[in-house]
T-cell receptor, first 111, second 112 residues
Framework: KQEVTQIPAALSVPEGENLVLNCSFT??????LQWFRQDPGKGLTSLLL?????REQTSGRLNASLDKSSGRSTLYIAASQPGDSATYLC??????????FGKGTKLTVNP | EPEVTQTPSHQVTQMGQEVILRCVPI?????FYWYRQILGQKVEFLVS????????KSEIFDDQFSVERPDGSNFTLKIRSTKLEDSAMYFC??????????FGPGTRLTVT
């Protein structure tokens, strides 16, 4: 059974800092990995999708990498801003359609 | 930009009552999903729906749950007899043929 773990559970950084969020999964037989942002009491906004044949994806200040063999992904946020404060969720899709989620990393960027 | 919409945003119901949560997926999408998130816990998959039938369901999705696409635009989740433990945020999602799933804003269900 696929398990997804995100470390750290919470992270507080000063504005402008570069940071890395980690995601690990137990079964490396995945088709893709998706990073989401969730604001308090809100829905999930898709940030980046990495397919299994890819190593990384970039969107603006965000860069996500995938190492399937080691069961790891990282989300790099450059020059963090207070508006980046949210919970970041990692989800993997294996041999079926469902996404399996981690519990998320709650990020606070302090002005 | 097209988006998934859900109604209502918040539903309060008494234990044992039936509830229907509604979703309008993105118009050209073919796959539809329901997930739920109990407060403080992970987002969990409930069911996926394609070509007017359930394609996959989790162990959570028991006989109390059902899904329907009553017309060309709506996708509904029905809980027949709600329990306290059904209190959660319910998310609808959709995807076209590709892997990326797009989520709605959620319906907060409170069972009292």
């Amino acid at each position: 059974k696929q398990e997804v773990t995100q470390i750290p559970a919470a992270l507080s950084v000063p504005e402008g800092e570069n940071l890395v969020l980690n995601c690990s999964f137990t079964d490396s037989a995945i088709y893709n990995l998706q990073w989401f942002r969730q604001d308090p009491g809100k829905g999930l906004t898709s940030l980046l999708l990495i397919q299994s044949s890819q190593r990384e994806q970039t969107s603006g200040r965000l860069n996500a990498s995938l190492d399937k063999s080691s069961g790891r992904s990282t989300l790099y946020i450059a020059a963090s801003q207070p508006g980046d404060s949210a919970t970041y969720l990692c989800a993997v899709q294996g041999g079926s359609e469902k996404l399996v989620f981690g519990k998320g990393t709650k990020l606070t960027v302090n002005p | 930009e097209p988006e998934v919409t859900q109604t209502p945003s918040h539903q309060v119901t008494q234990m044992g009552q039936e509830v229907i949560l509604r979703c309008v997926p993105i118009s050209n999408h073919l796959y539809f999903y329901w997930y739920r998130q109990i407060l403080g816990q992970k987002v969990e998959f409930l069911v996926s729906f394609y070509n007017n039938e359930i394609s996959e369901k989790s162990e959570i999705f028991d006989d109390q749950f059902s899904v329907e696409r009553p017309d060309g635009s709506n996708f509904t989740l029905k809980i027949r007899s709600t329990k306290l433990e059904d209190s959660a945020m319910y998310f609808c999602a959709s995807s076209v043929l590709g892997p990326e799933q797009y989520f709605g804003p959620g319906t907060r269900l409170t069972v009292t």
